[in-house]
């Protein structure tokens, strides 16, 4: 989209307006330069959440980087009258970034999910992209008593670009509280993106990709762990939304609540 702004305004945050290629080179880039960067990605539910989570909503406006996941944003952005070039979320990025690293050879680590998760998806990607090097894959199951711990062995594994899968908004908060002590440059909060990858969550077909429809796949599959966050929280989202527009597109941009 020629004439597109790099960043665009939403809900206060300062979103990337790149697309899913562009952010995947420039993190990569970035890495090889030794730029140290936090990188957080943006939904509906993440909006849902900082309207009621004043740190979490400050941590997002602090980050380095975000990029906007999912239909919700992009509507969002198009009520704003400010439309994104792109869907950058973590699950479409992950491929073209492994690719990409690979051809480069930029080592990676993998932080989150079950130990078997973590190494599952470690194993298919080194498989599916031949060259691809990630130097560490640790679980996220450890408390506060063992930060020490995985950042020595994050920083000892050499890795340029560290994925963090502990959930929202705990992956963000421990990055921003913690990320003075990595060594790794560029380091993104990456939500349930192993259980993709690990082959333990399905993902939705293409052509529902496609339509904004992806949510309604995972709601099918988790209805209990999802309903909130779906059924209740994309009207909560939707609301949020129009009644910033009603009040002037300025608020769309700059406000939350």
């Not at 994104?84 to 690719?99: A, K, Q, S, Y």
């Not at 000892?156 to 899968?165: C, E, I, P, T």
């Not at 309604?216 to 929280?233: D, H, K, M, N, S």
Request: hydrophobic fraction near 45%; include cysteine.
């Amino acid at each position: 989209m020629r004439g597109a702004p790099a960043t665009v305004n939403i809900f206060g945050f300062r979103v990337k307006n790149t697309s899913l290629r562009g952010a995947a080179e420039a993190i990569l880039d970035r890495s090889e330069k030794g730029l140290r960067e936090n990188i957080f990605f943006v939904n509906a539910h993440c909006v849902n959440i900082a309207a009621k989570n004043p740190a979490y909503r400050k941590i997002l406006s602090r980050a380095d980087c975000v990029f906007a996941d999912g239909v919700g944003i992009a509507l969002a952005s198009i009520v704003a009258g400010q439309a994104l070039r792109d869907n950058i979320n973590g699950t479409d990025l992950f491929p073209v970034l492994c690719d990409i690293a690979a051809q480069r050879k930029i080592p990676i680590a993998l932080l989150g999910a079950r130990p078997d998760i973590v190494q599952r998806c470690a194993d298919r990607m080194t498989s599916r992209y031949p060259g691809l090097n990630i130097v560490c894959a640790l679980d996220g199951y450890f408390g506060p008593e063992k930060d020490d711990e995985v950042i020595a062995k994050i920083n000892a594994s050499g890795a340029k670009v560290l994925l963090v899968a502990r959930g929202v908004p705990i992956q963000e908060t421990w990055i921003d509280q913690l990320g003075h002590r990595i060594e790794v440059p560029q380091v993104m909060a990456v939500g349930g993106l192993f259980d993709f990858y690990s082959g333990h969550v399905m993902r939705a077909p293409l052509v529902m990709r496609r339509l904004g429809l992806e949510w309604l796949v995972r709601l099918a599959q988790e209805p209990r762990r999802l309903f909130r966050r779906y059924v209740i929280g994309n009207p909560v989202f939707l609301y949020r939304t129009f009644r910033l527009r009603i009040q002037g597109r300025s608020n769309l941009r700059n406000r939350l609540s």
